[in-house]
């Protein structure tokens, strides 16, 4: 049988140098581990290849890698818990569901993440003290929906729960996203080929306008120091003016007074405000429900809540909703006074709080919003196609009317002056 030396790590830190015998590296690597080793370096003896190199899996080294698990995407997240749900429904204990897990993922932070959430776990620590290590993947809702059904021994209906939650949340992201890329797509183009046509197109014909002395209405002016304007400096400030105002806004948003700003803005834009109002309110009140029915308590529920509603004034509401609650008042009450949310959603929070049935009432709401977002995005969209070609029409013809009325009339004093 192959002979493995391997450098290794005690529980206290110090370093081991010895050989174990195995079949293969990942055999020796978990002879290792049984010893009660954190191996850092695993090689085959006499040199041949095959021999493993292990990093990162002592102490230290594990210390700095969590340090460096970086953000994961949501889609991955999702599977992974519904995963972890399904794996926990048949009973496997949480190590092995782990670490089963940690093989079928792709490299990348998540897979770092469960490697060393299950180094910990193996360890002794609970899962959801594993995972508020690294929150970055595992975010204090993703925690504190864990802690809540490990404290209950319902943890494969609360990763059940949760998993529902963020597929229902990116579900709702992406039919924002995808309504927006048609009129977003459409706008882009026509700004080129308009800015194009100020540039390149109209200068030629205010040559021909001029080697003919020809008299010129007032729109053909208009049109002709739009061109000039373009051709300037206006190509440049149509360019650079959504990057100066994504930078402002990015700015803006460095600061809590500035995040507010920003985000009473965008509630209070034509059609688009009332869109983004509903999805707030859906979220919240999707993320309020799901960490109520998990049976997180309600004041640390509300302040998980705020730090993911995505809103600055949603967040301020919902943080004097909280001193409301610590002080003795209902959750209606507070949240009505800051009037962020209708009477619909007020009142049926109230009758959520009387009848104990709150969990339930702020999913219904967030269900009622969500389908209401969604109507009113398709709506949007229809109403954006025709309003997008008559706009583009009126810049076309307004182009059209402003050059040909002169070009017309040059063609009728040449005409005339030919006969």
Sequence with gaps: MPVFRFEAMDAGGKAVKSEVEASTGEEAITKIRGMGLYPTKVTEKGGRKGG????????AARSRTARSVGKVKSKQ????????ATLQDAGLPILRSLRILETQQKPGPLRIGIRLVADDVEGGATLSEAMSKHPKAFNRLYCNMVQAGEAGGVLDLILNRLADFMERSQALKRKVIGAMIYPVVVILFAILIITGIMVFVIPKFEKIFTEFNTQLPGVTLMLLG????????????????????????????????GRFWVDTLKLKVPLFGVIVNKTVIARFTRTLGTLIHAGVPILEAINITRETTGNEVFSRALAKVHDGIREGESFAGPLKATKVVDSLVVNMIDVGEETGDLDKMLGKVADSYEDEVETMISSLVSLLEPLLVVVLGGAVGFIVVALFTPLVALIKSVTGGAG
Excluded: C, H
């Design 52 to 59: 493993k190199t292990v990093k990162g899996d002592a102490p």
């Design 77 to 84: 997240l999702t599977q992974f818990t519904r995963q972890l």
């Design 226 to 257: 739009m061109s000039k304007w373009f051709a300037n400096y206006g190509w440049a400030v149509v360019l650079a003016s959504p990057v100066v105002i994504w930078l402002a806004l990015w700015a803006a948003k460095q600061s809590d007074e």
